[in-house]
């Protein structure tokens, strides 16, 4: 099995108008040269267009990935933060396109960070950093950044995200707490910045302190399940309230 020619022909599909989620020729270029096999264990995963579980954090299908990097739009030189390290994948594509020294990349939970780490270097992207954050905080010392991309849905750009902008930069993000609209955020110099949707999609929430892998409570919406019993069991109405005995 060449996985040289594996990763060629997963880029080909992804052109192919069928698709069409893939036309820049520098994603394209960075995607071919890139090896995905080496940050994920099954090599046939590796370039099959389905994302997965993988220790603990999604593995996004390529096409997806490539929607991502699209509406990024990052040219060589730009200062990149990737919220959600992942498998390192993502930010090892930016690094082909802007420069390994220039990716900046967090996550919430340590073993990923660790895990990212590693498949990086083996990778031959040691340069690029990730760093344990909470994603809602960026990361303002290596602020501002020409790009920030987010890996995981939000109801609203994070306000420290959008602080950490540059002025003419672009924040990609996953927006919306039902259906989700991938948006770019254009920076500007004062007022709110421009929004612009492209197009539906389906991630997972960004998780904050206590939701990571690892901590006790992981899964936002078992938390917000077991709040919503809590507060059922309290608030008891119509046949439910004590017995009256008006006979006493």
Not at 49 to 78: M, Q
Request: charged letters at 30%; a negative charge; one cysteine or more.
């Amino acid at each position: 099995m060449d996985l040289a020619v594996l990763r060629d022909d997963m880029v080909d599909s992804l052109q192919h108008p069928s698709k069409g989620c893939l036309s820049s020729e520098s994603v394209s270029a960075a995607m071919r040269a890139v090896p995905r096999h080496e940050f994920v264990e099954d090599d046939r995963l590796a370039y099959a267009d389905r994302s997965f579980e993988h220790r603990g954090t999604r593995v996004l299908a390529p096409s997806a990935a490539a929607r991502l990097l699209e509406a990024l739009d990052a040219d060589a030189g730009d200062s990149v933060l990737v919220v959600g390290a992942g498998v390192g994948y993502t930010p090892a594509v930016l690094a082909e396109i802007v420069g390994e020294r220039n990716v900046h990349a967090v996550d919430i939970t340590r073993p990923v960070v660790l895990a990212a780490r590693r498949n990086l270097a083996d990778a031959g992207y040691e340069g690029v950093f990730v760093d344990c954050r909470d994603g809602a905080d960026g990361l303002p010392e290596y602020a501002p950044f020409d790009r920030i991309l987010v890996e995981a849905a939000v109801a609203e750009p994070p306000r420290a995200l959008v602080d950490q902008l540059a002025p003419d930069g672009r924040l990609v993000v996953p927006l919306g707490p039902g259906e989700q609209s991938l948006t770019v955020l254009r920076g500007a110099d004062a007022g709110e910045p421009e929004r612009r949707p492209h197009g539906t999609v389906a991630f997972a929430p960004l998780l904050v302190e206590g939701e990571q892998v690892g901590a006790i409570e992981r899964n936002r919406t078992r938390r917000e399940d077991r709040e919503r019993a809590e507060r059922a069991r309290e608030s008891r109405t119509g046949w439910e309230h004590d017995w009256i005995d008006w006979d006493g």
